[in-house]
């Protein structure tokens, strides 16, 4: 039995907070924080026993084997290290930090901890996604020549979001960044971004774009196109095909319903999923659990504290693209 604390229970907090309490076998949860009491009286009607706005219950209780992150970007490395430092496993949501250089400073932290390190991304474990990275492992399309994802939010987040997210690239293209070198199975060597302000005038006015294009070069010769949006007006919209030399992979949205309507008027479907939670409910479930297999199996996390990095240097090269107008080599991207 992995006995398991949770700090931050906002929006993602609350989906990871019911999986472990009710959906996953073999697991604990027994502390929860967070600083205001809806999220605490949330942790309390899930029947999470030690609930404080300090995480010191956490830290400071040796029963407690692992640490779950979901609290906001900013506190995310502070906390991910002060938990390997207290000699538990750490699941972080994505970012480890905004700044490309104390992500790298934290992940080298907590490696020297020499404790277990899994980042969130969790569109590595929906259903079709991980179809197609096995499919392409099984060499059902030959050698991959190039890769188009679509990433479109049915509305843009408030702006008060906008100002602290680090901008589209580190908050919303990041997941895409990762999904490319999942699918791709290899890195990127090259980085192309344009992007604009087409939704709302303030997400400009704050400092951000709400619409982009990436182009990614990988090792390989294969080329990844991304496209994202803040806003798409039918709903939630994740897509992705992969071209190979033996024929192609797709994946479509799935949609509320798998209901048609045919009528002399034409032909009708069900709307797309509102959002992320609909749409990746079965993934967030799925990765949690397989970082308790991990921790239980004592084998390697699935997703790294290097792959959060390397998607989020991807990032900085697309910000630095957008920047200067050109393409950046992702080896000119310097750590200290």
């Given amino acids: 039995m992995i006995k398991i604390g949770i700090i931050g229970v906002g929006r993602m907090g609350k989906i990871h907070l019911e999986n472990l309490s009710r959906k996953i076998e073999g697991v604990e949860l027994i502390a929860a924080v ?3 009491k809806e999220g605490q009286n949330f942790a309390l009607d899930q029947g999470v026993q030690h609930v404080s706005d300090d995480i010191g219950i956490i830290l400071e209780n040796p029963e407690i084997e692992a640490v779950l992150i979901s609290s906001p970007s900013d506190t995310h490395s ?9 000699g538990k496993a750490v699941f972080c949501e994505k970012p480890i930090d905004k700044s490309l250089q104390k992500s790298s400073e934290t992940i080298r932290a907590i490696s020297h901890l020499n404790v277990p390190l899994m980042i969130g991304f ?9 179809k197609v990275r096995t499919e392409i492992s099984n060499g059902k399309i030959g050698n991959l020549r190039s890769l188009h994802i679509v990433s479109r939010d049915p509305a843009p987040p408030p702006i008060s979001y906008i100002k602290k997210s680090g901008g589209l690239f580190k ?12 699918i791709m199975g290899c890195e990127v060597v090259e980085v192309f971004a344009y992007g604009n302000c087409l939704v709302d005038p303030a997400i400009g006015e704050a400092g951000d774009i709400d619409s982009a294009t990436v182009l990614l070069k990988f090792e390989n010769g294969a080329v990844a196109t991304i496209e994202n949006s803040r806003e798409s007006k039918y709903g939630y919209d994740q897509r992705l095909e992969v071209f190979g030399s033996k024929g192609a992979i797709k994946v479509d949205n ?13 032909t009708d479907s069900d709307r797309h999923l509102n959002f ?10 799925e990765e949690i659990k397989v970082f308790v297999e991990a921790l239980q199996n004592g084998t390697p996390m699935p997703v790294s504290g290097e792959d959060g990095l390397k998607a989020m240097i991807i990032a900085e090269a697309a910000n630095k693209s957008l ?5 950046v080599q992702i080896d000119s991207i310097q750590i200290d």
């Fill in 323 to 327: 920047q200067e107008n050109r393409p």
């Fill in 34 to 36: 967070n600083p205001g």
């Fill in 122 to 130: 969790n569109q590595r474990f929906d259903t079709n996604f991980s």
């Fill in 276 to 285: 992320f939670m609909d749409r990746y409910e079965s993934s967030y479930l």
């Fill in 78 to 86: 502070e906390f991910a290290v002060k938990a390997a430092q207290a």
């Fill in 171 to 182: 908050d919303m293209t990041i997941h895409d960044f990762d999904m490319a070198r999942f």
């Fill in 254 to 266: 799935p949609l509320k319903s798998k209901v048609t309507i045919s009528t002399e008027n034409g």
